[in-house]
């Protein structure tokens, strides 16, 4: 016997396992399955369905409720056991219907499979006169099909809904013979907290649950299942197309089955929508009109030589891509600088997480996520600050669930009643724009009671003294009368932090998207290193990525600074490397920021504008600063799957593959770098980025050749240490973790765990600013934008996707019950919002959710724009970022006549 574990044996197979291992499992290590229905791996177990009996020393027992005990003998099959499960069986199926022939499970239905396994063609309890029940399918909802006379009452949904999602929609409605699972009082599944995930239909053993826009489109044998990569945010959860006849017909979450949204699993059809672009498209005469590839891309060679002929390469510039491969962020960088001679690259990481990037690299030496997903339920206090993270990244919200669920503590900073303030400890509701100061003040109150790491700090950080005479000012009085948050639940949140045997932050843009963004991440760089909760399993600093592959984008170069991998454009070395394996020569300064590429391109500097994947005109502070700049533009070319807002403005629109119709790889939020695979072809003409970006460099007579990603990756690998390790055969599990720096490199899951990547951690004195622009009496409240979870950033996917844009059809803007009295406004009344900028008409949502004398509005609805509201003006001084979150407007209701 191995230690810490038994030994027993199954149908005469001698297994170990670890101590409280379920028979059901230790039968798997064997080989043997055990039939179940109510059992799952991820779930507690329940015992309901009896299906899994079988002897264990001669005596009855279910085998996902009793444990491998040491020197056991189990039996799984023969005799009484067979017997049992057959009557089992018969029992379940004498109630549901027999309609394989048109279930949309079969083929794939656990019980259709034990009962061809059992024999089950005939039964005893059916007869002329057997009792039935009879309920009509409910389609209450957009996503989900339930058909209660399949429903085998196995609890499965019941307690995925409760386990893994923490919702606790489902349960079991009506008595006896009657008995159902349904929502409280049997309501509409849109009437409660559902967010039709889909973990229920995960689990289902029957044919009960399905997905209703799959219904008689193809049965399960006919459909092919490719393995890719959700397109969404940055969680990076792989997941799996169902296929047949060229469409997705459905969408299941790989690894464990769980790891899917209601966007991953329902949101995928926009893939399908006949207004993807097929075709290229060249303005002739004031119009878009169908062109060839040849007439596009020599066209727009043709006009990029004029301009840098006559302008110089810094006339030119161009915006990548979070929502494009790593691959395809290469070569666009490639281009641009090889190519065009211009540093003028950039991407929408400049308007999310570059203070993070600035911050994070100043303080720990690299500026990423420290750990992983999953080690966030290893925490045993968690400070999420900045970040909607059940509507924004709901899978991180599900490892928070869990960790608080086993014991963890809680604590919330945010000016909103997010969900997870619900089951905080403490929320602190600080004003926006006011986040140093009561970061500030959690470390004052750190170092006045004595409750820092100092061993960790001597050891591994240094400028504490920097650290503590910056904090000194930030009494809790003082930070009460900034931010709004109380002397007592300051303390608490300090001590809770401090005091955790394990403590990890995560934060998103609620706290980047300000003048001050990289002084707020700073912040919690110093509260992470003076405590010692860095560099350990459970602790951490975690920035959640908000776009599929923002992470990979920054990590490929396409920023202003640095080439591949992070290595600064300044260095000549760096330079000289890049220069011999790409033939050309690396421009010496750095580019221009994508906010400042947009200033340029109004003031005239910036002639020519390429953009991948990108929709300024939507994401871009200021729209109608964003519209004159485009307007003045020589040259705009965009490259899309979609028209978007900004390609109205175009010149030339090609037509880009989407990400299921191309290979490639993604980097998630936790710093994974996964397979992207190509399920279908992409619509008419349209090409994969990277295809279309090789042809337009070689038409510019710099050649990239390249027959698939995975040489473009070779590439990487060879010019990019943190990648240096990374190849496709190596990628086909669940991908690798940089820094992995060679071909038998493991990964890093979790950072600086025995130093930083600069050495020692440094500690950076911050102070409060407060918002660049605050409330005053024009405009008396203070705009905060962001997510919600139907929705991802503009019109381009979510909004093409029915069941979601059923969910949430429109823009509108949330205000507190005291605002809503002051400007006299009631729920769905129209209401103009107005900024310095632009003004929006939308729908007043009247809650405590929002803090008084503040508005949210989602950003989502090109039609109620919140980007005509935003600021522009002002930039956090080291990443260029605007303030997104913090600009001042006022209300006014809409009388229509």
Not at 597 to 612: E, F, N, P, Y
Not at 691 to 701: A, D, K, N, W
Not at 710 to 719: G, K, N, P, T, V
Not at 736 to 747: F, N, V
């Amino acid at each position: 016997m191995s230690s810490g574990g038994v030994e027993l044996t199954i149908d005469g197979i001698r297994v170990v396992v670890p101590t409280g291992t379920p028979l059901l499992e230790a039968a798997r290590e064997a080989g043997i399955e055990i039939p179940h229905l109510c059992y799952h791996p991820a779930l507690s177990s329940a015992g309901t369905c009896g299906l899994c009996v079988v002897e264990v020393d001669g005596k009855l027992a279910q085998a996902c409720r009793e444990a491998a005990s040491h020197g056991s003998d189990v039996r799984t099959e023969g005799g009484r056991i067979g017997q049992l499960r057959r009557l089992i069986l018969e029992l379940i199926l004498s109630d549901p219907p027999r309609d394989c022939l048109t279930c949309e499970q079969a083929g794939s239905c656990d019980l259709q499979r034990y009962a061809y396994r059992y024999q089950l063609d005939a039964n005893r309890f059916l007869g002329p006169d057997h009792e039935r029940r009879e309920a009509a399918p409910r389609e209450d909802n957009p996503f989900i099909r339930y058909e209660p006379e399949k429903c085998v009452l196995c609890g499965r949904c019941v307690r995925a809904c409760a386990e893994i999602q923490g919702r606790h929609v489902l349960g079991y409605a009506g008595r006896g013979f009657a008995t159902e699972v349904a929502s409280a009082f049997r309501g509409p599944l849109t009437e409660t907290s559902c967010e039709f995930c889909g973990q229920c239909l995960a689990v289902c053993p029957s044919g009960a649950l399905s997905e209703r826009g799959r219904r008689f489109t193809a049965g399960e044998w006919e459909l092919q299942a490719v393995q890719t990569v959700c397109p969404f945010c940055g969680c990076g959860c792989p997941l799996t197309l169902h296929l047949a006849e060229g469409r997705i017909v459905r969408v299941s979450g790989g690894r464990d089955g769980f790891r899917l949204c209601v966007k991953g699993r329902f949101g995928l059809s926009f893939v399908h929508r006949e207004d993807r672009l097929r075709v290229p498209l060249v303005r002739r005469q004031g119009a878009h009109t169908a062109s060839s590839w040849e007439e596009a891309l020599g066209l727009l060679a043709d006009k990029l030589r004029a301009i840098r002929g006559r302008y110089g390469p810094q006339a030119i510039a161009g915006l990548s891509s979070a929502k494009c491969t790593n691959e395809e962020n290469y070569l666009f960088q490639k281009l641009m600088r090889a190519a065009l001679g211009t540093n003028h690259v950039d991407h929408c990481a400049r308007l999310c997480h570059a203070p993070t990037v600035a911050g994070l690299a100043q303080a720990f030496g690299s500026g990423a996520m420290t750990n992983s997903i999953d080690d966030i339920e290893e925490a045993t206090c968690i400070l999420v600050t900045g970040s909607n993270t059940t509507e924004a990244h709901p899978i991180v919200a599900q490892a928070i669930f869990r960790a608080v669920r086993r014991g963890a503590r809680l604590i919330v900073a945010d000016p909103r009643r997010i969900e997870l303030a619900d089951i905080a400890d403490v929320h602190l509701r600080q004003r926006p724009g006011t986040d140093v100061a009561w970061l500030n003040g959690l470390a004052h109150v750190i170092l006045a009671e004595g409750l820092w790491d100092r061993a960790f700090v001597e050891q591994r950080c240094e400028d504490l003294d920097a650290l503590r005479e910056a904090v000194e000012p930030y009494t809790p009085d003082v930070v009460e009368e900034l931010t709004g948050v109380s002397d007592a639940d300051l303390r608490r949140a300090a001590r809770l932090y401090a005091g955790a045997e394990r403590a990890t932050f995560v934060y998103s843009m609620g706290i980047t998207q300000h003048t001050s963004g990289t002084d707020n991440v700073l912040a919690v760089a110093n509260l992470a290193m003076l405590t010692g909760h860095i560099g350990r399993h459970g602790t951490g600093v975690n920035p959640l990525r908000g776009q599929n592959n923002v992470q990979g984008a920054c990590d490929l170069g396409a920023l202003p600074n640095v080439l591949p991998g992070y290595q600064r454009v300044s260095d000549p070395e760096v330079r000289a490397k890049f220069a011999r394996a790409w033939g050309a020569q690396v421009p010496v300064e750095s580019g221009l920021t994508a906010v400042e590429i947009v200033d340029a391109a109004r003031a005239g500097s910036i002639k020519a504008l390429l953009v991948m994947g990108e929709n300024p005109m939507v994401t871009h502070p200021d729209q109608r600063h964003v519209r004159e700049a485009l307007e003045a533009l020589d040259l705009l070319a965009v490259v899309d799957i979609f028209p978007s807002e900004t390609a109205e403005f175009a010149h030339i629109v090609l037509p880009a593959a989407s990400f299921a119709e191309k290979d490639g790889t993604f980097t998630s939020t936790e710093r994974r770098v996964q397979r992207l695979r190509r399920a279908l072809p992409p619509p008419g003409q349209a090409l994969p980025d990277w295809e279309i970006l090789c042809r337009l460099s070689t038409r510019l007579g710099f050649s990239m050749a390249y027959g698939h990603p995975r040489e473009i990756m070779d590439e990487i690998a060879s010019l990019t240490p943190i990648y240096g390790g990374i190849s496709y055969a190596r990628l086909e599990g669940e991908g690798l973790q940089w820094p992995c720096t060679s071909p038998d490199h493991p990964g890093t899951s979790v950072l600086h765990q025995q130093a930083f990547t600069r050495g020692k951690g440094r500690f950076h004195p911050v102070r409060h600013h407060g918002p660049s622009e605050p409330p005053d009496a024009d405009y008396p409240l203070a705009l905060t934008t962001g997510r919600v979870l139907y929705h991802f950033h503009s019109r381009t996917m979510t909004r093409r996707v029915g069941g979601l844009q059923e969910m949430v059809p429109e823009g509108y803007v949330e205000i507190h019950p005291e605002d809503a009295s002051r400007f006299k406004l009631e729920t769905g009344a129209l209401v103009r919002v107005t900024s310095r900028r632009g003004s929006i008409v939308t729908v007043a949502r009247v809650t405590g959710r929002a803090q008084e004398g503040t508005a949210f509005v989602p950003f989502h609805f090109a039609d109620a724009a919140a980007n005509a509201l935003t600021a522009r003006d002002t930039l956090d001084p080291d990443s260029k970022i605007p303030a997104l979150k913090a600009c001042a407007v006022r209300l006014e209701p809409v009388v229509l006549d």
